[in-house]
């Protein structure tokens, strides 16, 4: 196998046929498998795992959690059971269309031997995202000492020897700061490629519910920096 992204699932029974449906159609010239977890949800999920047969497809996976204990946590469950040789993850909300990964794998094999961080450059984005984003950015590459943008954009894929420090993954929305912090210790060449952001059709965020809520996932993100920060500075 040669990529594994992970899709953590909460609450997202609306959305699962619709993904499943994508993905069965995804070229199978990439050798990709789908590792969907069903991360505690409270909703119906879990019913949908139990019967859907698609799942009996090797490049289609499932990994439950039985209680929910963050984005991040659910995210480790399905990583450890990956086999690809370039590992990552993108929202299970259709937002992103998992059919845009071709140019991200596409890229990959065109710098095949180095070692990568690939992150999505988000479009189609309200002017108010882009503050947010544009100031998480500034904020980060002052932390850390390195440009960074986009910090929590998706898809992110990486080569698997990141997976070495597992056990050191957030289990909340800062698993994609740490990802991307870690990579650029350890030298990697991070590349941010265009992709495109959708509107939530079905379902609802289970943090993203307007202003207010961005303003409180902000500072969740810039404590979650810090706390990164120091973690990564016990990683030789």
Known sequence: MKYSIILPCYNESESLDDLIKIIKKFPKKYKCEFILVENGSTDDSKKFFDTCEAFDDK???????????????????????????????????????????????????????????????????????????????????????????????????????LLDYIDKFPYDYTIDIFIYGLALKKDYNVAHLPIYLKNREKGVSSWNTGFVSRIKQSKKMIDGSRYVKKELKEIN
Do not use: C
């Not at 993108?90 to 596409?106: A, E, G, K, R, V």
């Not at 710098?111 to 189609?124: I, P």
């Not at 100031?135 to 390195?146: E, N, T």
């Open 59 to 161: 490049y289609i996976r499932k990994v439950y959690v039985k209680k929910n204990q963050g984005y991040g946590y659910g995210i480790i469950q399905g990583l450890k059971e990956s086999r690809g040789e370039y590992v990552g993850w993108l929202h299970s909300d259709l937002q992103y269309n998992p059919m845009d990964l071709t140019s991200f794998f596409d890229y990959i094999e065109n710098h095949s031997g180095e070692k990568l961080l690939l992150k999505g450059k988000r479009k189609n984005r309200k002017i108010v995202e882009y503050i947010f984003t544009f100031g998480m950015g500034v904020y980060d590459s002052l932390i850390f000492r390195h440009k960074m943008s986009n910090v929590m954009a998706m898809p992110v894929i990486f080569n698997k020897e």
